[in-house]
């Protein structure tokens, strides 16, 4: 949620520290739910902190994460969440066809 609200205010670099701080304390956990909302938090505060390969790169994390068959599990909530995200940050980087597939990806998991 810390980070989230950086998100929210703007403090990009607050936001990836904090994103950091998630990755490293997920060590044992085994629920998809908090691992896909701490990876995807990560892979967006990259994002926004970055520039260039390093921002792709990003992108390619965030689609990764939620083009794989276990993001099924993840609630409708934090799918729709999710996915709008990362069709802003496909489009930011000119990955207009990532974009399309995630939209089919998105209606089809969600109710």
Do not use: C, Y
Request: glycine fraction near 10%; charge should be negative.
């Amino acid at each position: 949620m810390a980070a989230w609200s950086a998100f929210q205010t703007g403090e990009s670099d607050r936001q990836r520290q904090i994103a950091d701080r998630g990755i490293e304390a997920l060590e044992g956990v085994n629920n998809i739910e908090i691992e896909l909302g701490v990876r995807s938090m990560h892979a967006l505060a990259v994002f926004e902190s970055s520039t260039g390969g390093e921002r792709r790169h990003a992108v390619e994390i965030f689609r990764r994460l939620w083009s794989n068959p276990r993001a099924d599990q993840a609630s409708p909530a934090l799918t729709g969440h999710a996915g709008a995200e990362e069709v802003r940050l496909e489009l930011a980087i000119g990955e207009f066809g990532w974009a399309i597939e995630a939209v089919q990806r998105i209606k089809q998991r969600l109710p």
